[in-house]
Structures are given as structure tokens and as C-alpha cells.
């Protein structure tokens, strides 16, 4: 589900060249990426002046009211971290909401002359809008689908026709633009916040938006149809059998969890970067496994047992780096 962020990516690019002429609006090239479309940028650079270590404690302060009187706990930025699945869209979404605070923050405050220019270009806000309306009605109710624990793989067919089908639209209508046509019906969870209040608001930007909806979705559709084919009409799982939907009843349907894992085992080698495999193996198998809780809960005789275990580390160890020999043989054999 990565690729959906890059995919609009690519869409957003083409569809600012279009409209630009080719000459999309930088207030620097040092600011810009060339494989990154303006509004891409913008999300990303308001992400880094206004989160932690930036701007994120003065402009808190100045948009303390708002929030209460949003009822917004905080400021609901997230980090961006490149186009992790969802990140683009919702933060997308919140800038849209902001983006009247953060350019007279900025006004009002000087420095990041840079982002400011960006929130200057009402195109690139419409493509916040446009971004924002997808996270509100496409991934993130997708994602909601995805991760409950009632629906099965394969039991996703049905969502993903769906998807594929309101993408597939050759115009984009003021129904999905106001939220009023949802990609998997009464299944669609959506967030009614302030955000939607504002995202599903008539605006000025509302042509541009369309515009630029009429890029991005079929893009994501092309996609969709492609990334999802095995579950769709001519699709190998389309009709499975008993047996196969026995088969698959534990396949997960993303994978959060190596993600998951990827990262910490990332941040670790951040953090220790002479840390040893097996000695990062520990760490990771620690964490992940709730160890800690698993060694509490025995008793003491356990307790001493467990002790002796660890005088067995020398050859682990050894084994550990005779396994690590056989790979690298069989490795050589292949080669050979």
C-alpha cells in the first residue's frame, strides 16, 4: 500500500506541470526535489519546520484557541518520514486545515521564507484538498478494512472491486467531493472532525482540487487494478474454493508487522551502529516478544533453570557462526 503515496505523487507532478506549463514555482532549487511534485514538497517541508526541534512550540502556542475550540487535543502533524502509505494524505489534510494559521504564523513570525512561498500557491493547497479528500474517503477507511480482525484475506474481494470501480470513474462529482460517495458503502468508516467539516466545505479551491482528482484517480484506479488483480473478476482468487479459503485463513493481510520491525531493527542500528547480528537478533526477538513479561511471570525454580541457560551464550554463539558458514557456502555453490 506504499506505492498508492507514490503513485499520487507522480499524478500531483503531472498534473503541476500541466498546469504551470512546466514551470512549476520553487523559491529555490536547493528546496526542490525533481522527482517531487510542489504540493509533495510542501507537505513535507511544513512537516519539518513545524514539528519537534522547529517551529511546533511557538505555533502551538499560536493556535492554542483554534484547537480548544476545535476540540483538537494537539496538533495533529505527523513526522514525514518519505511516502509511508497514509502519511502523505493525512498530513495533506491537516495542512489544508491549517494552512490559513501557518502562513500568517509564518507573516507574523519571519524565516522558513521557503515554505511560505509554497503556501502562497493556492494550486498546491488544492492539491492538499485533493490528497486530504482521499485520506478521508479511500485510505484511510481502506486501511480501517484492512486491519480488522473479522475479515479474512480473501474476504477483502469485495472491497477491493469496490475501490477500483469508484477510482475507475472518468469524472470526479461533487458526491465524492463532499463525501457523499463512498468507495465501500456503509463499510466506509469516516472521521466526521473539524478537518472533514472543512475538507467537504465549498471553496475557492474547489476547481483546482477537481482538476487535479481527475489525474490522481485514475492513476491510483491504473494501479489498484494491477496491484489487486488476483482478487478481482479474472483474478486467480476471484472464486476460491473451500479449501482454499481454509488455507488462507491466517494470511495476513498487510505487512504492518515486518514494517514494523524493519524499523525498529533501523533505529537500533541508528542508535548502536557496531551493534553484532546476533546481538541485534536479541534486541529485536526482547522487544518484540515481550521477553521482559515471560520472564517475570516465572517462578523461581524456572528462574534458576533459566540462569543455567545463559552459561550456554559461548555456544550459541559457535553455532550461530557455523550456521552463518553453511549460508555462505551454499551461497558460494550457487555462484559456482
Excluded at 12 to 22: D, I, M, Q, V
Excluded at 67 to 94: C, Q, W, Y
Excluded at 286 to 301: G, H, I, M, P
Aim: a positive charge; hydrophobic letters at 40%; glycine letters at 6%.
Amino acid at each position: 500500500m506504499v506505492h498508492f503515496a507514490e503513485v499520487t505523487d507522480k499524478a500531483l507532478k503531472e498534473s503541476e506541470s500541466s498546469y504551470f506549463n512546466g514551470k512549476v514555482p520553487a523559491f529555490a532549487g536547493t528546496f526542490s526535489k525533481k522527482s517531487e511534485a510542489g504540493a509533495t514538497r510542501l507537505i513535507r517541508t511544513v512537516c519539518k519546520v513545524f514539528s519537534f526541534g522547529g517551529c511546533h512550540g511557538p505555533f502551538m502556542t499560536y493556535i492554542k484557541q483554534k484547537l480548544e475550540d476545535k476540540h483538537m487535543h494537539s496538533f495533529p502533524l505527523t513526522p514525514f518520514r518519505g511516502n509511508r502509505f497514509n502519511i502523505l494524505f493525512h498530513n495533506a489534510a491537516v495542512l489544508f486545515f491549517f494552512h490559513e494559521d501557518l502562513k500568517a504564523f509564518l507573516q507574523n513570525h519571519g524565516g522558513n521564507a521557503w515554505v511560505l512561498f509554497d503556501l502562497n500557491i493556492s494550486f498546491f493547497i488544492a492539491g492538499c484538498k485533493a490528497l486530504g479528500l482521499i485520506c478521508k474517503f479511500i485510505t484511510t477507511p481502506l486501511w480501517n478494512l484492512i486491519e480488522r480482525k473479522d475479515t479474512k484475506i480473501l474476504q477483502m474481494n469485495a472491497y477491493y472491486l469496490q475501490l477500483t470501480t469508484l477510482l475507475g470513474q472518468t469524472a470526479v462529482d461533487v458526491d465524492f467531493m463532499t463525501g457523499q460517495s463512498l468507495p465501500f458503502g456503509q463499510n466506509t468508516q469516516v472521521k466526521k472532525d473539524a478537518i472533514y467539516d472543512a475538507l467537504i466545505k465549498q471553496s475557492d479551491f474547489d476547481g483546482d482540487t477537481a482538476t487535479i482528482l481527475g489525474v490522481i484517480l485514475p492513476a491510483l484506479a491504473k494501479f489498484s487494478k494491477k496491484f489487486f488483480k488476483d482478487h478481482l473478476p479474472g483474478g486467480k482468487f476471484e472464486d476460491p474454493s473451500e479449501a482454499i479459503i481454509a488455507e488462507t485463513s491466517g494470511t495476513a493481510k498487510h505487512n504492518k508487522f515486518s514494517e514494523t520491525l524493519l524499523a525498529y531493527f533501523d533505529g537500533l542500528m541508528r542508535y548502536k551502529p557496531h551493534l553484532k547480528t546476533l546481538s541485534a537478533e536479541a534486541y529485536v526477538m526482547f522487544a518484540q516478544n515481550r521477553t521482559k513479561e515471560w520472564l517475570d511471570s516465572k517462578d523461581e525454580v524456572q528462574k534458576k533453570e533459566l540462569a543455567e541457560a545463559y552459561k550456554k551464550v559461548g555456544k550459541i554463539r559457535k553455532l550461530f557462526k557455523s550456521r552463518l558458514n553453511v549460508i555462505k557456502e551454499r551461497k558460494q555453490e550457487l555462484l559456482t
